[in-house]
């Protein structure tokens, strides 16, 4: 861990923070609001105002933070206020500073830390204005440093207010000598109303030089209406001879010199001199102070690209109308392959298509709804009022008709489709945030369903996504634990009935389960982040298998299912390459296995790596032909040496003249096209003769042998002599 470093003026800036009468248990209730728009703002579990002592830190404000280590030892603040701008550390296990800082590897568990110093007049950094995470986020962009630093500087006034105060209990000199060095107004005045003192900051505020200014009414700072009471204020305070004030801040009219008027705040102080009391009071330009704030509101609750409210302001809204006992219906719209449109129109075209998709949303909605930019390419709507199903479906269609048109923009004709998911308040929740959970749930559906769908939320969808979630953690598991095993069904050659080719089959031994097939995991795994990760291990162990093999003498084509996530992971040939390298298993003898709906997932990522791997000598196979649409046109396009026929067509072609045809056709078109052909689910012997008289090459079926363990195929390879002995 590594410590804060010493600061030079150290001894300067402890008597800098001992102006402000702060200490270890004494908070802020004026900077309560600053921490709060912090938080809100960058949507963030915590925000403070921390406070650097000789040895300790000491919390002014705090927003969502418990118990802490406050050594200044290990404080990130302390080392923020050795700087000048923000520190950011988006992902403290990753900073050599704070890797194994106890804040961060202890109970707190601090994964983000974004802070500013904040400075007193004479230019000390006597605390910080932080923001903290328990999970890593992205580093803070130009814009939101200068949003955190905006903040800092109403967490200075506010504290610039609790030094003003402070000074009032030492008299008129003290305070007075503050009020000098002070970036703000300062005017002091005696019980008769008269100006004693007046610093530059007043100057540039009312137009008076101090010598103007001094022996002046206080009352010419004010308009003609406001002197009476004003003067009634002061004569109370004077008449019970009590050197105290209200110290709550007061909005009153300023008047400058040159007779216009506006809106300031008004901090006043008191104390007793020999003479009588006097009054110091700072003076803060609220209009430019509610300016600042306006902005700052806005981007706490507004995006900034499309203009519409943000996540957080939905949420508010959402919860107001669950607090008001008011019907409403909750739409999460997401739009259907939005990165392909930045990747290849540019994201400037991405974001105006965002902005285009927010204004027709807010023109099909009424007044009384409210239209939200969720998060990248994702919006939701709140349907105020709206408490059943077929006004909410009726919502979402109005929605999603209004996206149908073509966008166009440059030249360029986009056509836009999304996902809609729907949650019901009070159907289908009282609580805001499952209410959003469950439109989640419901979008993750429609898009199941495919581009333009709608999906209404039913509580077997949360049953599924909580099945998902723990299938996810035993999957993380089964990764960690190596309980994932390869099974082999053999693949024969028809015309003599030897073993030609061997189909990797994963399967999952389940500690308590048993042994699992893909059918009870695949659906969950190949959803996962871990897809890639089983991918290559499969691809791996697969090659290593087909290569021992070989090493025996024996030529067999091994197959490899893929999963859509290794060709996003953008390494899948070089992969491949490096496992034919580490096991000196040839080209030929690996084929890798790729359906239909991974193409069409994301067919600009499929077709290049699979040119390169067919040109480096190795197999592609398409698996469970004639099962999709685009089938026949993607044995035009797509680098195959093979195609599988699926075994729904096979198990009935004997009995069915339908696929009895298709078989046919299918068989007759990939020899037409080069292709060699395999039958799968080859389960009679009639099966297998009608498909070789048909000149089917391969079988793979129960007929043959169904799936095993590598030490058992290995028997079956003995026995039809491909070990042993000659083939039979």
């Keep these: 861990m590594r410590c804060p470093v010493e600061i030079e003026d150290e001894a300067y ?49 705090n927003h969502g933070i418990g118990a802490f280590d406050n050594s200044r030892d290990v404080s990130f603040c302390a080392h923020a206020i050795t700087q000048d701008d923000v520190l950011v550390v988006p992902d403290t296990r990753l900073d050599e500073r704070f890797h194994d800082n106890p804040l961060v590897t202890g109970p707190t568990n601090i994964r983000f830390y974004a802070g500013v110093p904040l400075r007193s007049p004479d230019g000390h950094a006597i605390g910080v204005l932080c923001v903290i995470d328990g999970q890593p986020r992205k580093p803070l962009s130009p814009q939101e440093r200068e949003n955190l630093k905006s903040l800092a500087g109403l967490a200075v006034d506010k504290l610039e ?68 009471s004003f003067h009634q204020d002061i004569d ?22 040159d007779g216009t008027e506006f809106p300031i705040e008004f901090s006043p102080s008191c104390w007793e ?29 507004f995006d900034d690209l499309t203009g519409l409210s943000n996540r957080a302001a939905f949420v508010d809204t959402l919860a107001n109308h669950v607090k008001a006992a008011m019907p409403a219906s909750v739409l999460v719209i997401d739009i259907d392959g939005f990165k392909d449109i930045n990747d290849t129109l540019g994201y400037g075209i991405g974001d105006a298509i965002l902005q285009e998709v927010g204004d027709r949303l807010n023109n099909v909605l009424r007044d009384c709804d409210l239209v939200a930019r969720m998060s990248g390419d994702t919006f939701g709507v709140l349907l105020s009022g709206v408490g059943d199903i077929f006004s909410a479906t009726s919502g979402a269609n109005d929605v999603m008709a209004a996206l149908i048109e073509p966008i166009v923009i440059d030249g360029n004709e986009v056509r836009v489709t999304a996902g809609c998911g729907v949650a019901i308040y009070p159907a289908h929740s009282n609580d805001p945030d499952e209410l959003l959970a469950n439109a989640d749930l419901a979008l993750f559906e429609a898009k199941k369903n495919g581009h333009g769908s709608i999906s209404v939320f039913v ?43 061997a189909e990797a089959l994963i399967r999952w031994r389940h500690p308590e389960r048993g042994l699992l097939p893909p059918s009870a995991f695949l659906p969950a795994l190949e959803v996962s982040p871990l897809a890639a990760t089983v991918g290559t291990w499969v691809l791996e162990t697969a090659c290593a298998q087909a290569a021992l093999w070989q090493r ?21 040939v070089s992969r491949v390459m490096a496992a034919l390298r580490t096991y000196a298993l040839p080209p030929h003898l690996l084929e890798l296995e790729i359906t239909e709906n991974i193409i069409l997932d994301r067919d600009d990522l499929v077709l290049e790596p699979l040119q390169r791997l067919r040109a480096s000598g190795v197999g592609v196979a398409f698996d469970d032909f004639g099962t999709g649409y685009g089938s026949l046109s993607l044995l035009k396009h797509y680098p195959l040496t093979r195609i599988k026929i699926d075994r729904s067509f096979v198990s009935t072609m004997c009995e069915a003249s339908k696929d009895d045809a298709i078989v046919s056709a299918l068989i007759a078109m990939a020899r037409g096209c080069g292709l060699d052909v395999v039958a799968e689910g080859v389960e009679t012997v009639k099966q297998r003769e009608w498909l070789k008289a048909k000149g089917c090459e391969e079988g793979q079926g129960f007929l043959f ?24």
Excluded at 176 to 194: L, Y
Excluded at 553 to 569: D, E, K, S, T, Y
Excluded at 705 to 728: Q, T
């Design 273 to 301: 001199e020999t003479d009588g009391l006097h009054f110091g009071a700072m003076l803060l330009d609220v209009s430019e102070r509610r300016r600042q704030a306006d902005a700052l509101r806005h981007i706490a609750l």
């Design 552 to 572: 025996q003498g024996h030529q067999i084509r091994m197959g490899i299912n893929l999963f859509a996530a290794q060709f996003r992971a953008d390494d899948l």
């Design 705 to 728: 042998g169904k799936p095993v363990p590598a030490g058992e195929f290995e028997r079956v390879l003995s026995y039809v002599g491909l070990i042993s002995g000659r083939s039979a």
């Design 236 to 257: 109370r305070i004077v008449a019970s001879g009590v050197a105290a004030v209200d110290a709550a801040v007061k909005e009153v009219t300023g008047l400058r010199r």
């Design 459 to 501: 509580t077997a969808m949360r049953m599924a996504a909580q099945a998902r979630r723990m299938y996810d953690v035993e999957l993380h598991r089964a990764v960690e634990n190596d309980e994932f095993e390869l099974f082999y069904q053999p693949q024969i050659r028809l015309s003599d009935r030897k073993l030609v080719g």
């Design 13 to 61: 800036r402890l008597l800098a923070l001992k102006e402000y009468g702060l200490a270890d248990g004494i908070l802020l209730p004026s900077l309560d609001s600053v921490v709060r728009i912090a938080a809100q703002m960058f949507d963030i579990p915590a925000a403070a105002v921390n406070m650097i002592g000789s040895e300790t830190v000491f919390l002014a404000a």
């Design 161 to 228: 207010l609790r030094r003003l105060e402070v000074a009032t209990e030492t008299g008129k000199s003290n305070f007075e000598k503050i009020a000098v060095s002070s970036p703000n107004a300062i005017v002091c005045f005696d019980q008769n109303r008269v100006i004693t003192a007046w610093n530059k900051a007043a100057t540039l505020m009312f137009g008076y030089q101090e010598a103007e200014a001094i022996g002046q009414d206080v009352t010419i700072l004010m308009p003609k209406d406001d002197h009476l």
